[in-house]
């Protein structure tokens, strides 16, 4: 994350919300500060259940005020806000069940609403969980080794990605084996279009 991400985006008139992460421990300092310290501006509550799994969501939006004032940040932030998640995963074969609580922190350009931002975030979740983790694990970015012209390589891995996606029938690993048997002619069968 980098105040020229926000600059851009400031002048594109794009909204913007990126997590704090460890590598900004200044400004992830100075947020947690700010969140024991101010009361919010506004809060929202969720769960959601299924699958063994029950998970609570609690959204908090802060002003950044005083706390990122006289730091780089104070002109890019313009709402700071808190995700806090309680997951309880039950075991189906013993019945325990596994409770984690994770808190995150998130920094907006623009003033936000608790529902705006937890739609959001939810929304990158889903990208995050679907797209990014079918490309570093099922089609193997992460395990690649080609050094030489790389960035070709990764479009061929996002071309097949994009087609498979379209033409699903199972899971992506099970679609991703059958082009493999099936050959290059499958993949540009599912390219078809067809003829009224």
């Not at 694990?137 to 790389?150: A, W």
Request: aromatic share 6%; charged share 25%; proline share 5%.
């Amino acid at each position: 994350m980098s105040k020229k991400l926000f600059e851009v985006a400031q002048e594109a008139k794009i909204g913007l919300i990126v997590q704090v992460k460890d590598n900004q421990p200044t400004l992830r300092a100075a947020i947690e500060r700010l969140t024991t310290t101010f009361a919010p501006h506004d809060c929202a509550q969720s769960r959601n259940h299924g699958r063994n799994r029950d998970e609570t969501r609690i959204v908090t939006i802060f002003a950044p005020s005083e706390a990122l004032a006289g730091t780089d940040w104070h002109p890019h932030v313009a709402s700071i806000i808190q995700v806090e998640r309680s997951v309880a995963t039950r075991n189906p074969s013993t019945g325990l069940l596994h409770q984690t609580n994770e808190t995150a922190f998130y920094v907006a350009n623009r003033p936000i609403t608790c529902p705006r931002a937890a739609k959001a975030i939810r929304a990158h979740w889903k990208i995050e969980n679907t797209s990014h983790y079918t490309r570093d694990v099922t089609m193997g970015e992460d395990l690649s080794r080609i050094r030489t012209n790389p960035g070709i390589f990764a479009r061929m891995r996002s071309f097949g990605f994009n087609i498979l996606m379209v033409s699903k029938t199972g899971t992506m690993k099970q679609d991703r084996y059958r082009a493999a048997l099936a050959g290059v002619r499958y993949l540009l069968s599912l390219l078809a279009i067809p003829k009224r």
